[in-house]
Nanobody
Framework: VQLQACGGGLVQAGGSLRLSCAASGLTFSRHVMAWFRQAPGKERDFKAM????????AYEDSVKGRFTISRDNAKNTVYLQMNSLKPEDTGVYFC????????????????WGQGTQVTVSS
C-alpha cells in the first residue's frame, strides 16, 4: 500500500492550499480516508475524514467551515481544500487510510502517506 501526499507549501494567513493524496495497493473505494496534522513537538491530531462512499464527512472543530475533504474513487485520490488558513494550521499533514469503519484516532489507521508540510505565515 502506498499513499502519496502533495500540495503543501508556504502561504500567508488567509490564503488557500489544496492537498492531494493518491493511493495504490488497496481497495480505495472501501477505505475511509482521513487527514491528520502534526505540529512541531506535538502528536498527530485529527483534522478531517471521509467515508469510503464519500457520503459522510467529519471535521475537527477548528477547521469546520474552512476545510473541505473530498474523494474521487475513480482516481483513488482524496483531497483537502484548505481556505482561510491561519498560522495555527501550520504543520505536516498526513493522509491515512482505514478499511471500512471510521475513526478519529490515528492509532486506528494502518496506512499512512509520507506527509506534506504546510506553513502559514502571519
Amino acid at each position: 500500500v502506498q499513499l502519496q501526499a502533495c500540495g503543501g507549501g508556504l502561504v500567508q494567513a488567509g490564503g488557500s492550499l489544496r492537498l492531494s493524496c493518491a493511493a495504490s495497493g488497496l481497495t480505495f473505494s472501501r477505505h475511509v480516508m482521513a487527514w491528520f496534522r502534526q505540529a512541531p513537538g506535538k502528536e498527530r491530531d485529527f483534522k478531517a475524514m471521509i467515508h469510503w462512499s464519500g457520503g459522510s464527512t467529519a471535521y475537527e472543530d477548528s477547521v469546520k467551515g474552512r476545510f473541505t475533504i473530498s474523494r474521487d474513487n475513480a482516481k483513488n485520490t482524496v483531497y483537502l481544500q484548505m481556505n482561510s488558513l491561519k498560522p495555527e494550521d501550520t504543520g505536516v499533514y498526513f493522509c491515512a487510510a482505514k478499511y471500512l469503519s471510521s475513526s478519529y484516532s490515528p492509532n486506528e489507521y494502518p496506512y499512512w502517506g509520507q506527509g506534506t508540510q504546510v506553513t502559514v505565515s502571519s
